[in-house]
């Protein structure tokens, strides 16, 4: 066995040092992690130069979660003349009700556009500033070039369903009041309403994780899903202020929507056969953005969660038309009976030989010098895993760490209950810079579902500031 190490700056928590006494087989393993192997297959090569101790980030008090939710009352309530949508406002979050059966899509779209106008009257003064923060990210040296959004904007809108455009339109009509264009003046145009019902698709920005127990890792046998939504929440936070709990109501097309409040694409969903889906983002190693003929990854998967009982399905659906996304990305599902990664490739990553489609399961072989030694538990990251597939793991430490730290803490204990999954994920100081944190300060939400009891809980970031140790509320069940 034979290969090469490149090392580069890392801060890393001291009180993990223990973690590393697998070294040295090829000058060092960082966590027990990396082997680099010249068998003629892909490898694992980390850029990095040294590693700086930064003392430790862990908490040495826990919270005493128990396995329930905390559950919240209803602050205000406001509702729709016709009944389409409801919004109730918890202490936490917004509870929104849209229901299908008494209207048609673009009806319930002006509907939660106009309850919200009327409910929220800072809505406008928030999203649309933090819209044209990810705008101005996306362009990057482009800058203030907004027109060159209408051409992916109009291609990606084409894109949709009937029913969901015609959703997005009436949420984009109502709320804009007959404006247009891309003008930063505190209220919505028509434009920016869309767009905003496409920053996955169009413009990007988000990166998370997925943990997923079950068998012998759980005391009762039955999946625990967890997943991390870090996504950027402005630069005054703004986005903690706006977390919304929406409940789609279409009889057995129901979804339970985890989101930002009035968005109507899929972030974190559960549907009412208790198939859970999250969306990774898996960066990119050089393929060009791509949007004309091509389709909005977050409402397809709304789509698939509508149509299919089972993550299998979902997810097969997902790979199916994984060529005519925009971005690649990663999408953690599970149900009662498993737990999968659809590692959707888009179009030019596939015909360039560097990146493929699948469905990876916990029996899928991984990346040669990624080791995943925790029987009967998954984990998502934002890097594509299976075996020769695109390697995003090397070009940066986060993923190399995060997975090493979920390997380790999984080993130390035997079985988890939901409590024990709790203090797990939020075991570490949030508020830091120096090291790599499952719960970072950029998480915006960490969903969990229990398939024993099928209760869905949900911690979500604070407009006070930095939370360690967050309250998980419960948010229903699917």
């Not at 985890?258 to 198939?275: K, P, Q, R, S, Y």
Request: include cysteine.
């Amino acid at each position: 066995m034979s290969g090469k190490l490149v090392t580069g700056l890392m801060k890393w928590d001291g009180s993990m040092t223990r973690l590393v006494k697998r070294t040295l087989i090829l000058g060092f393993t960082f966590f027990s992690l990396v082997l680099i192997s010249s068998c003629g297959k892909k490898q694992l090569e980390i850029t990095q130069t040294k590693m700086e101790k930064a003392g430790s980030y862990n908490l040495t008090e826990k919270k005493g979660y128990s396995n329930e939710g905390v559950k919240e009352t209803v602050e205000q309530s406001y509702i729709s003349p016709d009944g389409l949508c409801i919004i109730n406002k918890m202490q936490s979050y917004y509870d929104v009700t849209l229901d299908y059966s008494k209207g048609n899509a673009e009806q319930v779209g002006r509907a939660y556009a106009s309850v919200i106008l009327k409910s929220i009257s800072d809505y406008e003064n928030v999203m649309e500033p933090y819209l044209f923060e990810n705008i101005r990210i996306s362009l990057g040296s482009m800058g203030r070039d907004y027109d060159s959004l209408l051409p992916r904007m109009e291609a990606l809108y084409e894109s949709l369903s009937y029913e969901y455009k015609a959703e997005v339109k009436g949420f984009a009509e109502e709320i804009s009041k007959g404006e247009h264009g891309f003008i930063e003046n505190g209220s919505i145009s028509y434009e920016e309403g869309i767009l905003m019902q496409m920053v996955p698709d169009a413009l990007r920005g988000t990166a998370c994780s997925a943990l997923s127990l079950w068998g012998e890792k759980t005391l009762s046998g039955k999946n625990i899903m967890c997943r991390n939504l870090e996504w950027n929440l402005g630069s005054e936070e703004q986005m903690s202020h706006y977390h919304a709990v929406v409940h789609m109501s279409k009889g057995n097309k129901s979804i339970t929507n985890i989101t930002v409040l009035g968005l109507i694409g899929i972030l974190t969903a559960v549907n009412n056969e208790g198939v859970f889906a999250a969306i990774l983002d898996v960066g990119s190693n050089g393929e060009n953005f791509e949007y004309e003929n091509k389709k909005c990854y977050t409402y397809e998967l709304r789509k698939a969660l509508e149509v299919y009982t089972n993550a299998i399905d979902v997810g097969n659906f997902m790979v199916d038309n994984s060529s005519t996304f925009t971005f690649s990305h990663n999408i953690a599902l599970s149900d009662n009976n498993g737990s999968y990664c659809a590692e959707d490739a888009v179009e030019s990553l596939q015909k360039s030989g560097k990146g493929y489609s699948v469905l990876r399961a916990a029996s899928t072989p991984i990346f040669e010098g990624l080791h995943w030694e925790t029987k009967d538990a998954f984990f998502v990251l934002n890097s594509f895993a299976s075996i020769n597939n695109q390697d995003t793991f090397s070009v940066g430490e986060s993923n190399i760490v995060r997975c090493a730290k979920f390997n380790s803490w999984l080993k130390s204990k035997g079985k988890f209950n939901l409590a024990d999954v709790k203090e797990m994920l939020t075991q570490e100081k949030v508020d830091q810079d120096k090291v790599v944190a499952i719960h970072s300060k950029n998480v915006f939400h960490t969903v969990i579902i229990d398939y024993e009891t099928g209760i869905i809980q949900a911690a979500f970031s604070s407009p006070e500031g930095k939370q360690d140790k967050s309250e998980f509320i419960s948010i229903g069940h699917y």
